[in-house]
Each structure stands twice: as structure tokens, then as C-alpha cells.
């Protein structure tokens, strides 16, 4: 199984309508991301949660929101979808305890109609 | 090479030839680097890191350069296989920033047959 296990893994959804991007790991992780991937514009950061009490708004936050289910669990939610935001979304978690980098998840390649 | 820009270089190399990624960073404050591989539809994958206080870091066919006075990031491929074709992209970050990494936007490698 996958560490960091994104779902669904591709979804089409219409104009103004409420979407969930889920995200869960099992690596023991504090610390998750959302980012988001568009071509030519590399990874921008839309939200991060450096445990279950703390959210903090990345670069790219408007129109998207995020919930903290659990450590495990990091959700993102785009409470109104607009055409601009489709792309690829792609999870992350750290290690806030070892100095290294993000494990991703596979993404979810977004579109909105 | 490389760059936070809107678009993406790309790279073609023989296969068995060795391939160079470039990237420049923004901040020269930065103090830990790190290389990512993405392949087509899948999320990135770490392939090597390095801190401010070394200049050179080997691992398995890859090697990691860091020039601190240009602000410059090099991969190194050595005898570079198909399975090496793949987007390649540096992320910086800063020490007491929580570790948050700021991504390049990438490099496309494709290996010729």
C-alpha cells in the first residue's frame, strides 16, 4: 500500500459545485500539504497542517479550504469549483522530528466543467 | 536550466550519456536542497538532498552539485537509462521556516533510444 494514498485519483465536476479532496498516510507524519500542479508552474502551496490543531493558508488559498481529520487524515475542499482550478492536487507529508524532504501522494487530476 | 518561470526546459539526452539538470535558486539564505523526479502521472519522488555545508553529494548513477555563490543547483545523471525520462525539479528551503520548500518549476529529461 501506499504511504500517502490520494483519493479519488481523477474526478470531473461542473461549475459551482462542492468537491472533497481526500488524503491519508501511514508514515506517522505531524506534518501535511496540499499543493497544486499547473503546467510550466511547478508546486504552489494552497494549504499546510503542522499538526491536528494547526492550519495555515499557503500561497494559492482562496477558493479552496482544508480539514484535519486526524494526523493521518489532511482533506481538501473546494467549496464552490471554478474552470481555473483544474489541475493536478497532490498531497504531502513531513517529518517535523527528521530534516528532510516531502513524500507525495499520486495526485488527483482535477476538472472542472 | 532551470528556473521559477512559466516555462518548462526540456533535455534530451542518448541513452547511456550522462545528463546535467540545472537549477537556480532564489534564496541565498536557503540551507538544505533537494531533487525531485516525477514521472508521467504519478507524484514526485525524492531522489537526493543536500545541506549548505557540503558542496558535493553522490548517491546511486546521481550526483547533487551546490554552488552558493552563484545560487546554483546541478543533478547529475550518469549513463542515463529510459526509465530516467521524467520531469526533474529542485526545491530550496530555510532553516527556522519550518522547512517549508519552495519548488522550481522543472526540467523535462527524455531519454533517446
Known amino acids: 500500500d501506499a504511504d500517502v494514498t490520494q483519493t479519488p485519483r481523477n474526478r470531473i465536476t461542473k461549475t459551482g459545485k462542492r468537491i472533497m479532496l481526500e488524503c491519508s498516510q501511514t508514515?506517522?507524519?505531524?506534518?501535511m500539504y496540499w499543493y497544486r500542479q499547473d503546467p510550466g508552474l511547478g508546486l504552489r502551496l494552497i494549504y499546510y497542517s503542522f499538526d491536528v490543531k494547526d492550519i495555515n493558508k499557503g500561497e494559492i488559498s482562496d477558493g479552496y479550504s482544508v480539514s484535519r481529520q486526524a494526523q493521518a487524515k489532511f482533506s481538501l475542499s473546494l467549496e464552490s469549483a471554478i474552470p481555473n482550478q483544474t489541475a493536478l492536487y497532490f498531497c504531502a507529508t513531513s517529518d517535523s522530528s527528521r530534516d528532510q524532504g516531502y513524500t507525495f501522494g499520486s495526485g488527483t487530476r482535477l476538472t472542472v466543467v | 536550466g532551470e528556473s521559477v518561470g512559466l516555462h518548462l526546459p526540456t533535455l534530451s539526452v542518448q541513452e547511456g550519456d550522462n545528463s546535467i539538470i540545472n537549477c537556480a535558486y532564489s534564496n541565498s539564505a536557503s540551507d538544505y536542497f533537494i531533487w525531485y523526479k516525477q514521472e508521467s502521472g504519478k507524484g514526485p519522488q525524492f531522489i537526493i538532498d543536500?545541506?549548505?555545508?557540503?558542496d558535493k553529494r553522490q548517491g546511486q548513477r546521481v550526483t547533487v552539485l551546490l554552488n552558493k555563490t552563484v545560487k546554483h543547483l546541478s543533478l547529475q545523471i550518469a549513463a542515463t537509462q529510459p526509465g530516467d525520462s521524467a520531469v526533474y525539479f529542485c526545491?530550496?528551503?530555510?532553516?527556522?521556516?519550518?522547512?517549508?520548500?519552495?519548488f522550481g518549476s522543472g526540467t523535462q529529461l527524455t531519454v533517446l533510444p
Open positions: 508514515k506517522g507524519h505531524d506534518r
Open positions: 543536500i545541506r549548505s555545508n557540503m
Open positions: 526545491a530550496e528551503s530555510l532553516s527556522g521556516s519550518a522547512r517549508q520548500l519552495t
